[in-house]
């Protein structure tokens, strides 16, 4: 495919303009033209990524691949007065409009339920991708791919959003000023402005890889640094042991652990990936581990015990639901009356000579909890 790029403004004369040509021999000011060769017809490809300094030509060479449908805008069309989740294919159906949310990397629920234009940059972009892949067009251009939000989001959300949009079908090109995303993003081919030169596929690195480590940590690192991203507000697990994922020294993610011996098992609670990190299946894998981790007899009093753990969280119910290592044991679309739950920790407590202990009780909600347990590779 070539494309021919012809921009011409008018040439203007002023004493300034003048100045300028004379002392720079820039005579030439309002012309501008490129010509590329892009050798992608007949090919087979999903994501084409077109990389270069700013000023070098994307957006023009962009626009001239798919003329008909011109560079779309992700961060255009939204409705002020409506939370993103009735933004996004407000026809469509719900879980799906969740479920790219997530698989962009914008699973942070309470995000879901603001407008627009009070979302973080990383945000922003992450719900535009979302809508993009929910509308699925044939073909598409994005301009200022991840320019606008932090080198770390936009690798992950990179990674996330191509391996969102390779699970249907269309053809997109991808305009960005960074060449740190190529790695990441995978992109079936890339044209670089700077040196004019178009590579495939095959002659890309792998993706790098997320070395996650695992440590025990104190229940205070919770509060501090993931209670802000966690959308539920429960009393602490009783005799819980808390453990955080890292990667390259950052904490990503986290989750807490509690006893439930009398059931011969763990319980699994406040699992909250950091937003920067979702999308690329970091959770799941942080999760699987600390389970294992349990399985093995390696948690509270070593007892090699499996571990049940409840969600509402639609996409990670699927993905659960959809693992081998993991069966599902129940679901509720609401949680159980609150007051009885109370009465049963009063008789508890009395039994047990300790007046003080709180008895507030559990449930009382409306949300469709479902349930999990854990059985690793070999369970049965």
Request: aromatic content about 12%; charged content about 25%.
């Amino acid at each position: 495919m070539k494309i021919e790029v012809k921009h011409h403004c008018s040439d203007f004369n002023s004493y300034r303009a003048s100045r300028v040509k004379s002392l720079f021999n820039a005579e030439k000011g309002c012309d501008w033209e490129k010509t590329v060769n892009l050798p992608i017809e007949g090919k087979e490809w999903q994501i084409g990524l077109i990389v270069g300094p700013s000023g070098s030509g994307k957006t023009s060479i962009g626009s001239e691949l798919f003329p008909e449908v011109g560079i779309h805008d992700l961060y255009s069309g939204w409705d002020k007065d409506k939370p993103i989740i009735d933004c996004i294919s407000p026809d469509g159906d719900f879980n799906t409009v969740t479920g790219m949310l997530s698989a962009v990397g914008l699973g942070d629920v309470p995000a879901w339920l603001r407008p627009f234009h009070v979302l973080s940059n990383g945000e922003k972009f992450r719900a535009g991708l979302a809508r993009l892949a929910c509308e699925r067009p044939e073909k598409a251009v994005v301009d200022e791919f991840t320019s606008v939000i932090d080198r770390q989001i936009a690798k992950i959300g990179a990674a996330a959003f191509a391996k969102t949009w390779r699970r249907g079908k269309g053809q997109i090109v991808l305009l960005s000023c960074h060449y740190d995303i190529i790695d990441w993003l995978q992109p079936d081919w890339v044209y670089d402005t700077a040196e004019a030169r178009f590579y495939d596929r095959d002659c890309l690195r792998q993706r790098p890889k997320l070395e996650l480590q695992i440590y025990k940590v104190r229940g205070t690192v919770f509060p501090r640094l993931f209670k802000q991203h966690y959308y539920l507000d429960l009393p602490n697990p009783v005799a819980a042991e808390y453990f955080v994922g890292f990667i390259n020294g950052d904490p990503v993610c986290h989750l807490a652990v509690a006893p439930l011996f009398t059931a011969r098992a763990y319980r699994a609670t406040r699992l909250v990936v950091l937003p920067e990190w979702q999308g690329v299946g970091v959770g799941t894998r942080f999760l699987n581990a600390v389970c294992e981790y349990h399985l093995q007899g390696r948690g509270r009093c070593n007892k090699p015990y499996q571990v049940f753990f409840h969600t509402s969280h639609p996409q990670l119910c699927g993905a659960l639901r959809h693992s081998r290592k993991w069966i599902q044991t129940g679901a509720r679309l609401y949680g159980d009356n609150k007051g009885r739950s109370a009465a049963s920790m009063i008789r508890s407590a009395q039994r047990l000579n300790k007046p003080n202990r709180a008895t507030t009780g559990y449930g009382g909600h409306f949300r469709a909890v479902q349930a999990f347990k854990y059985i690793g590779e070999n369970g049965d």
